[in-house]
C-alpha cells in the first residue's frame, strides 16, 4: 500500500507542478486520452481485457469496427504498451492479442467511467432534449 500512496504522491506533484507552470508544455491528460478516448480503444480494451483474442474475434466482438480501424487500434495500442501481439508458430500462422499489465490497470478506471455514463445517461438524455427544445 505505501507504494501506491507514493505513486498517488508523486503523480500528484506531477499534475501540480504542470499546473504551475500554467499548464505549459506536454500535457499528460491530454495525452493519455488522445490515446484511449477514441471511438475505439475503449471497446477493443473491454474485449481484451476479458481473455486474450484473435484478429478475426475481436472484429467479430466489436460492433462496427472495420478491419482496418481494428489494426490501426491494435497497433496504437501496442506502440503505448498496452496491448501485447503475439504471432504463434500454426499453419496459418495465427495471432492473439492481450492486455499487457499497464493495459489491464486501464481496465478500472474505464470501468468507473462506464458505471458512471450508465447511471447518468437518462439525465444527460433528458437535459438534452430539454436543450434541443429550446433552441427550436
Same mark, same amino acid.
Given at each position: @500500500?505505501? %507504494? %501506491?500512496? $507514493?505513486?498517488?504522491?508523486?503523480?500528484?506533484? &506531477?499534475?501540480?507542478?504542470?499546473?504551475?507552470?500554467?499548464?505549459?508544455?506536454?500535457?499528460?491528460?491530454?495525452?493519455?486520452?488522445?490515446?484511449?478516448?477514441? %471511438?475505439?480503444?475503449? $471497446?477493443?480494451? $473491454?474485449? &481484451?481485457?476479458?481473455? %486474450?483474442?484473435?484478429? &478475426?474475434?475481436?472484429?467479430?466482438?466489436?460492433?462496427?469496427?472495420?478491419?482496418?480501424?481494428?489494426?490501426?487500434? $491494435?497497433?496504437?495500442?501496442?506502440?503505448?504498451?498496452?496491448?501485447?501481439?503475439?504471432?504463434? #508458430?500454426?499453419?496459418?500462422?495465427?495471432? +492473439?492479442?492481450?492486455?499487457?499489465?499497464?493495459?489491464?490497470?486501464?481496465? !478500472?478506471?474505464?470501468? @468507473?467511467?462506464?458505471?458512471?455514463?450508465? +447511471?447518468?445517461?437518462?439525465?444527460?438524455?433528458? @437535459?438534452?432534449?430539454?436543450? #434541443? +427544445?429550446? !433552441?427550436?
Amino acid at each position: @500500500m505505501a %507504494k %501506491k500512496q $507514493l505513486d498517488i504522491k508523486a503523480q500528484a506533484d &506531477l499534475t501540480r507542478a504542470w499546473a504551475e507552470a500554467d499548464y505549459a508544455g506536454v500535457c499528460p491528460v491530454r495525452q493519455t486520452l488522445d490515446s484511449v478516448g477514441d %471511438k475505439w480503444t475503449v $471497446l477493443v480494451v $473491454l474485449r &481484451l481485457g476479458v481473455e %486474450k483474442q484473435r484478429f &478475426l474475434q475481436l472484429l467479430r466482438a466489436v460492433d462496427g469496427i472495420s478491419q482496418r480501424m481494428l489494426t490501426v487500434t $491494435l497497433r496504437k495500442l501496442e506502440r503505448d504498451g498496452l496491448v501485447r501481439r503475439t504471432v504463434l #508458430d500454426t499453419r496459418p500462422p495465427t495471432v +492473439e492479442y492481450e492486455l499487457t499489465v499497464l493495459g489491464n490497470s486501464l481496465l !478500472k478506471p474505464i470501468g @468507473m467511467l462506464a458505471e458512471w455514463a450508465i +447511471e447518468n445517461q437518462p439525465a444527460m438524455d433528458a @437535459m438534452r432534449a430539454a436543450y #434541443d +427544445e429550446g !433552441k427550436n
